[in-house]
């Protein structure tokens, strides 16, 4: 599981290195798709991934907008400040944590319970999601975007590799 948050952060930094090449009006462009545009998305992105994690730990939520974000230092000082919890919260996962139960309320006002295990993968597939929709926009820009490959980036070191076959 940290690998793949590891992978998540490891792109995403990239994509902020990839945005200090962009025009800040392409970056807060309105785009098909997603939640905007590039920056939006990425603060998207770091809203909810750490939203996830503050519900998991019984925490309130994360209640601001994006126009308060609305420029690139902004959102990575965002980004560095969620990260702390984030990745402490990421680095003590362990199997024991799947099957805890979160009870939720949706919008419209639904019960739900779903397992951590469950929030986690999602919260995992939801920036990937994200991810995607920057590399088509990226090419509508006439940009290469950011490689979403895992393989490659060393997260899964090999002794840990050779230790588990």
């Excluded at 998207?44 to 126009?67: A, M, N, T, Y």
């Excluded at 959102?75 to 560095?80: G, N, P, R």
């Excluded at 820009?141 to 490689?147: G, H, T």
Aim: net charge negative; glycine share 6%.
């Amino acid at each position: 599981m940290e690998a793949l948050f590891r992978y998540n952060w490891m792109v995403r930094k990239e994509w902020y290195e990839w945005c200090e090449d962009i025009p800040e009006e392409e970056l807060l462009a309105e785009r098909t798709g997603g939640v905007g545009g590039i920056l939006h998305t990425l603060f998207h992105i770091i809203d909810v991934e750490w939203s996830w994690i503050r519900l998991l730990q019984g925490l309130p939520d994360f209640q601001e907008k994006f126009e308060e974000y609305n420029s690139l230092a902004k959102v990575k000082e965002l980004d560095a400040k969620f990260h702390l919890e984030v990745s402490a919260f990421v680095g003590n996962w362990n199997d024991s944590l799947e099957q805890n139960l979160l009870y939720d309320t949706t919008p419209d006002g639904r019960e739900v319970i779903d397992t951590w295990g469950e929030i986690m993968r999602h919260a995992i597939v939801h920036e990937v999601h994200h991810i995607g929709q920057l590399s088509v926009w990226a090419r509508e820009l006439n940009k290469k975007p950011i490689s979403a490959n895992f393989i490659g980036r060393g997260l899964i070191p090999s002794e840990q590799v050779l230790t588990n076959e």
